[in-house]
């Protein structure tokens, strides 16, 4: 019976997030929040591994003072409780930050038999999370997993790589990572929406953790974040005979060297 | 004042939001097309507590409120009208019990109606001007045993696929409505026929038809309320109707609109995106403040019910503006987008042909402008 | 020892990152030392500008478990650049773990500024591009095809053993290889790429045959891939699949998604024909025809046959 934590991170919902034509500057301030599309999966599939197995799932988030937003939302989608970090240091946080926080707070509220994440966040998309945090816990860390199995303290994890799948097993505890095809993720019924208010929640300070100046100070700054704007010629053809239009692009492909 | 919705309204809005997108979206278009009953989603929308939602913990339900309720329709609405319109038949059907049945009544059907086991529906209208008039009135005949319903109800949603129906018929043709009286009949009752299917111009997949009673005999435990009490039962009933049918339309509004939006900022005319000519600016502008307006309107009367306090005026109005505005958002909606727009291949018209649907039925006449009135003479 | 360190597993990645570590190099005035994965890697990269090669494993090596030991390989160093392959970019984030620095994932690009390692990656799948600034020593992950290898060979560098041992911990139980037609997409200079707008995998015959004609290789979106199986999953392009650069990429039937085109917007020329005038494909594109694909596909391949 696996005690299972998730961590998943608090982002803003990337199609709310607008590109301001004057200086392609990020317009983020109608963004609505969400839990990191891939972090949902971690959250599903601790839910269905506890399911099936027995034990427990607790859901582990540092974020800014937005974060407390997402705790009903976790809750709904499986945990039992959830603890949080909330922070003006995550705003600016690289991935060596975050695993520093998060290492923190499982050291002072675990041990876990699994440590579940999402392979990257929907915003940052750093995927450095589960192995540095591994490394921080002197955890395996089993990445980019795409399907999952444990029985008693061993783990099998299928992996899928760039050119391979891998299987791989480990004994517990162990950080994964997993990706979104692993499982789809439920959309939380009413009941489930309602009872979240009712699950525990526990904050953890910075301070409660120990955690110095230094240790929330990002080595990695993000500098001159910009829009991106693709520089394309926009050309379309749209005659109602397609004939046309064909003729016209044949003699563009044509011009470039390309028919 | 608080004008936020609450984090469980917004995560029950949400939770329909992901829903609509995931199973909606991709049967939108199909349902408008075949306008078959579409089963299995209700099916997942009951696995979802979707319609057992007001209904309270004791008999399955999930127990929220009023406010969420809109929430969860006027999500559900931007992906499918026609599955969101089925729901608040359903709803207002199962509310009819919850609020005017007796014991007995409760325990044999909101169980059932919780969980979606059985579908509800509410038989109102008739082919005449009002219910309990005209030639085709549904007549309750009072009998040793019960009651005999004789005649037919119009324009029943739900019709064929609900379990059971909140009919209402006068129990005395003499004094018409005034005599009017609500039944809680079984889908299986003898004597009870549904008619063919209605070809209705929008919200298809929604099923309408005529029902006919013919010499339908009930037990007297199927009076719901009590006799003659049918009139201020369905008053009632369909001043809350009229704020879940706004949430039915802001929905659809606010679809469009995105729709629009998005079309105006990706369509290039003259070497510029359509978006920046002030005529479109103007139009987008108008039906988004129309479309946010309606839901503050229909937000603030869903409050009221779920608070218990007097909504009916304010219900009133809610239906009055859309009435008014709804099919003007979409005619702005749709010059926005031109010749495209009109376009069958684009979803705009589904959703003017949705929106038709939902403000046309159950709007007798100058029902809400009366009532708004006498609420301020 | 201060210093720049490249390592891939990727024999051609591995290489490819010699380009920007020789930029490093010379923006620095360190040596430039490559830690091979085994002794036939060691002996290719030697004489593409290194100063050093390490050896630390052979090629049954578990990558990821490397962690620790080239921690302690690289203590010293300056930047550390890693292929951004999966297995690299777990690697990379251990790496940088234990050395308490910070790192990028997935740098369009490198420089010196400051004392500072500036890197330019994207943000919210391709929304974004940003300039990340990292102290010394900092950790980089680079993509596949990033950068083109060197083209100038030298003197081959001392090769030297470093062999290190993987974390023991996890087991391999199996590798299987997912490339399965053997052809490589990314290297392919033109390619048409086919969304949902197909309506059956038949129907991508039509794409097949005006590749013929045009001597285009078939990719495909995210969803031809994974959820209808029509076509192998190494031709998906997107964040999560292939990044490509061919001369022309041709879409047809598919929308345009940011995720979908941040794997091919460096492409030299896009081309989209699409029946959806609304597409964001056609803001992505040179050149478009807003038109069906069944009609108009047959007409283009009959006129680029002529």
Same mark, same amino acid.
């Given at each position: ?259 | ?29 199909? /349902?408008?097309?075949?306008? !078959? ?6 099916? *997942? &929308? %009951?696995?979802?507590?979707? $319609? =057992?939602? +007001? ?43 919850? /609020?005017?049945?007796?014991? !007995? ?6 169980? *059932? &109606? %919780?969980?979606?086991?059985? $579908? =509800?529906? +509410? ?58 009286? %609500? ?195 | ?306």
């Amino acid at each position: 019976m696996p005690n299972c934590l998730v961590c998943y991170k608090w982002t803003l919902d990337e199609q709310d997030i607008k590109i301001k034509s004057e200086d392609l500057s990020l317009d983020s301030s109608r963004a609505k929040g969400k839990i990191s599309d891939f972090d949902r999966n971690a959250i599903e599939e601790a839910a269905l591994l506890v399911e099936k197995l027995g034990g427990a799932v607790a859901a582990l988030s540092y974020g800014t003072a937005a974060v407390k937003q997402s705790l009903k939302d976790v809750l709904s989608r499986g945990p039992e409780k959830s603890y949080w970090v909330a922070d003006a240091s995550a705003e600016q946080a690289d991935a060596t930050v975050t695993a520093t926080v998060l290492a923190a707070a499982i050291r002072k509220i675990g041990p876990f038999d699994l440590i579940l994440l999402g392979e990257g966040s929907s915003d940052l998309f750093n995927q450095q999370t589960a192995p540095r945090l591994a490394a921080l816990l002197g955890l395996p860390c089993l990445s980019f997993v795409n399907k999952l199995e444990v029985e008693g303290d061993v783990v099998k994890a299928t992996r899928k790589l760039d050119d391979s799948v891998e299987v791989v097993t480990v004994k517990t505890p162990v950080v994964i990572s997993v990706l979104s095809e692993i499982n789809k993720p439920r959309i939380p019924s009413l009941k489930q929406v309602l009872s979240a208010a009712k699950k525990p929640n526990q904050e953890l300070t910075v301070a409660d953790l120990g955690l110095t100046p230094e240790d929330l100070a990002p080595k990695a700054v993000r500098k001159s974040v910009k829009g991106f704007v693709m520089q394309r010629k926009n050309i379309i053809f749209k005659e109602t005979a397609a004939a046309a239009n064909v003729a016209k692009l044949k003699e563009s492909l044509a011009s470039l060297g390309l028919s | 004042m608080n004008f936020e919705l609450t984090e469980e309204q917004q995560l029950i809005g949400q939770s329909a939001r992901e829903f609509g997108k995931e199973y909606l979206e991709p049967i939108a278009v199909d /349902l408008d097309h075949t306008g !078959e009953y579409p089963a299995k989603i209700i099916a *997942k &929308l %009951a696995g979802h507590d979707f $319609l =057992g939602l +007001l209904l309270p913990a004791e008999v399955g339900g999930a127990g929220a409120g009023f406010a969420s309720y809109v929430e969860v329709i006027e999500n559900l609405s931007r992906y499918s009208a026609a599955v969101a319109s089925i729901v608040n038949n359903h709803t207002i059907a199962a509310l009819a019990l919850e /609020l005017y049945g007796s014991p !007995e009544q409760k325990k044999t059907y909101l169980p *059932k &109606l %919780a969980k979606g086991e059985t $579908l =509800g529906s +509410l038989a109102l209208f008739e082919s005449g001007p009002t219910p309990g008039v005209g030639p085709d009135a549904l007549t309750a005949v009072k009998h040793a045993e019960g009651w005999v319903l004789n005649g037919k109800k119009a324009y029943v949603r739900n019709a064929g696929v609900a379990g059971v129906y909140i009919v209402f018929a006068t129990a005395d043709p003499a004094l018409g409505a005034k005599a009017l009286t %609500a039944f809680v009949v079984d889908s299986k009752t003898t004597g009870l026929k549904v008619g063919k299917l209605e070809e209705t111009m929008g919200l298809k997949g929604c099923p309408v038809a005529e029902i006919t009673f013919e010499n339908v005999v009930l037990p007297e435990t199927a009076v719901l309320g009590t006799v003659n009490q049918g009139q201020a039962i369905a008053a009632k009933l369909l001043s809350i109707f009229y704020v879940a049918e706004a949430a039915q339309t802001v929905g659809i509004g606010q679809a469009a609109v995105e729709h629009a939006a998005a079309y105006a900022k990706q369509r290039v005319q003259f070497g510029k995106p359509v978006a920046v000519l002030q005529a479109v600016q103007t139009m987008l502008a108008e039906v988004a403040t129309d479309v946010h307006l309606a839901r503050l309107g229909l937000q603030n009367a869903a409050l009221l019910i779920e608070e218990g306090k007097p909504f009916e005026v304010e219900a009133a109005m809610i239906r009055s503006f859309l009435v008014r505005l709804g099919p003007k958002m979409m005619l702005d909606t749709c010059q926005v987008e031109g010749g495209f727009g009109y376009s069958e291949f684009m979803p705009l018209p589904r959703l003017f042909r949705d929106i038709a649907g939902t403000v046309l039925l159950d709007a007798p006449g100058d029902y809400p402008d009366k009532t708004i009135a006498a609420s301020i003479a | 020892m201060a210093g720049i360190f490249i390592f891939s597993e990727d024999r051609a990645l591995a290489a490819q990152l010699l380009t920007p570590a020789l930029e490093l190099k010379a923006a620095l005035g360190e040596p430039l030392t490559v830690l091979a994965l085994d002794a036939a890697q060691a002996t290719e990269l030697s004489t593409l500008g290194a100063d050093k090669v390490l050896v630390v494993g052979d090629s049954a090596t578990w990558i990821e478990g490397l962690g620790e030991p080239l921690a302690a390989l690289v203590a010293h160093a300056s930047v550390v650049l890693v292929g951004g392959t999966l297995r690299g970019k777990h690697l990379a984030a251990d790496v940088a773990a234990r050395l308490k620095t910070g790192m990028t994932t997935d740098a369009k690009a490198v420089r010196i500024a400051g004392g500072k390692l500036v890197a330019t990656r994207i943000l919210y799948a391709g929304l974004a591009v940003c300039d990340e600034e990292l102290p010394l020593p900092a950790v980089v992950t680079i993509r596949a095809r990033t950068f083109l290898a060197p083209t100038t060979t030298t003197a081959a560098a001392p090769i030297e053993q470093a062999v290190a041992k993987a974390d023991a911990r996890v087991t391999v139980e199996s590798v299987t290889p997912t490339s399965t037609a053997g052809v490589d997409i990314t290297a392919a200079s033109r390619l048409i790429a086919v969304g949902r707008g197909f309506r059956a995998k038949d129907d991508l015959k039509l794409a097949e045959d005006l590749g013929k004609v045009l001597g285009a290789e078939l990719a495909c979106t995210r969803g031809i891939a994974e959820d209808e199986h029509w076509l192998p999953i190494e031709r998906y392009i997107g964040i999560s699949g292939q990044t490509v650069k061919p001369e022309l990429y041709l879409a047809v039937g598919l929308s345009g998604q940011v995720q979908h085109m941040v794997g091919c917007r460096e492409s030299k020329t896009i081309v989209a024909i699409n029946n959806d005038e609304r597409s964001p494909i056609f803001e992505a594109a040179d050149y478009g025809i807003v038109g069906d694909l069944y009609e108009v596909l047959p007409l283009l391949t009959a006129a680029l046959r002529k």
